[in-house]
């Protein structure tokens, strides 16, 4: 059974970095040919994509946010991260980690529970 | 704003038949890429329901189903239940600025 656990701080401060890690179970991130990423969701808002990386650790980010996302993997742990600089209170949401099939065009078929995130 | 369009919300009677759309554009699904959905309940994260256009997980009944048509696609509930009552997200990729996944803004089915 695959399971997503993000993890990270509820309550983050205006310009900080904000960090969070996906843990995964179930399945490897380095032997399987496939993609993870982030998805957010604002309080009371639909779902919007942040960033994808590939088991190889290649990364592909949201256009408006790649000046200030940065995705990574830890295959040791089998976890993978992210950071988002400069947060502001647009940046309050639910943060999801999810994993997608073999190419980025594919579904997200299972996600973590979320992890809330309010910027102060 | 949404890369895809969504209705914001559409209700049906228990039993009833309804369909949510999904349009989207010559960058995204009319170029071909799949559209998947998602279903999402209170609190709680999206769950699969529809992908690659047209496939179910498994567990998810056969009343969801899911098309595609040129720059659109549609989800339909048939055999409207209260337990449905929940938000829906399509999700494409868009050809632009490197590729991109892309949602809809979400459609809030109501039951009566």
């Known amino acids: 059974q695959v399971q997503l656990q993000e993890s990270g701080p509820g309550l983050i401060k205006t310009s900080e970095t904000l960090s969070l890690t996906c843990s995964v179970s179930?399945?490897?991130?380095?032997?399987?040919?496939?993609?993870w990423g982030w998805v957010r969701q604002p309080p009371g808002r639909g779902l919007e994509w942040v960033g994808t990386t590939y088991y190889t650790g290649n990364t592909f980010y949201s256009p408006s946010l790649k000046r200030r996302v940065t995705i990574f993997v830890d295959t040791s742990k089998n976890q993978f991260s992210l950071n988002l600089r400069y947060v502001t209170a647009a940046d309050s949401a639910v943060y999801y980690c999810?994993?997608?099939?073999?190419?980025?065009?594919?579904?997200?078929?299972?996600w973590g529970q979320g992890t809330p995130v309010t910027v102060s | 704003q949404s890369v895809l369009t969504q209705p914001p919300s559409v209700s049906g009677a228990p039993g009833q038949r309804v369909t949510i759309s999904c349009t989207g554009s010559t960058f995204d699904i009319g170029a071909g890429y799949d559209v998947h959905w998602y279903q999402q309940f209170p609190g709680t994260a999206p769950k699969l329901l529809i992908y690659?256009?047209?496939n179910r997980p498994s567990g998810v009944p056969e009343r969801f189903s899911g098309s595609k048509s040129d720059s659109s696609a549609s989800l339909a509930i048939s055999g409207l239940q209260a337990e449905d009552e929940a938000h829906y997200y399509c999700q494409s990729y868009d050809t632009r600025m490197s590729g991109s996944t892309v949602f809809g803004g979400g459609t809030k089915l109501t039951v009566l």
């Open positions: 999810v994993r997608q099939g073999t190419f980025r065009t594919q579904a997200s078929d299972y």
């Open positions: 179930g399945d490897s991130i380095s032997s399987t040919p496939r993609y």
């Open positions: 690659d256009n047209i």
